[in-house]
């Protein structure tokens, strides 16, 4: 069975295909006609649906999308939905970040707890959709460490470790965060929904 996920990002397609085994994941790459879907929700299920099910309409595949972003407790939760265009500049993850640390400079360093979350939706040609959510909680440091993941990485540190998410390896990240959470919340609905 085929299954198209909405993104052009070559990790989170390999890692969908790790966690639904058994399944053939394509990603957009394989549909140029399909553009972009604009998330105009408020919540990131409003934007994982969104996805899901434009895609899902364009391409008559079931379809996987995901929305996900850092909701820091000192600013209600933002940047939230927002955390790819945080500086205003959409998927400059340098000036996100640089403008996240002005913005709680002020903060203690004991009320700098944060989490990520990921919310994935599958839904299919009919309609019909599924949502499930992961989140990684922790906390934000000051200085940047590490090289490997991206976007708010280098400043957060989970729940249990002293290393932030850019000083894991992809595997060890991988298990813990909450886009893997989530994928793996959603991967029994897809074998619910779609298993022959
Ligand atoms: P799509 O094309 O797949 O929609 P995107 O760039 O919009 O990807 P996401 O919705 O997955 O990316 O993430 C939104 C932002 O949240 C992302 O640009 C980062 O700033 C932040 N973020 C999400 N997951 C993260 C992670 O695992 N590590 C660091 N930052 C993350």
Known sequence: MRILLATRNPGKIAELRRILAGFDIVGLEEFPEIGDVAETGVTFEDNALLKAR???????LPSVAD???????VLNGMPGVFSARWSGRH?????????????????PDD???????????LSLPSGESRVAEGVLPGHLVRAPRGSGGFGYDPIFVPDGDSRTTAEMTADEKDAISHRGRAFRALAPIVH???AP
């Open 91 to 107: 998927g400059d993850d340098q000036a996100n970040l640089d403008l996240l640390l002005a913005q709680v400079s002020d903060v």
């Open 54 to 60: 434009e895609v899902a309409r364009q391409s008559g």
């Open 67 to 73: 929305d996900s972003g850092l909701c820091v407790d």
């Open 192 to 194: 619910e929904l779609l």
């Open 111 to 121: 009320k700098l707890t944060a989490h990520f979350t990921c919310v994935a939706a």
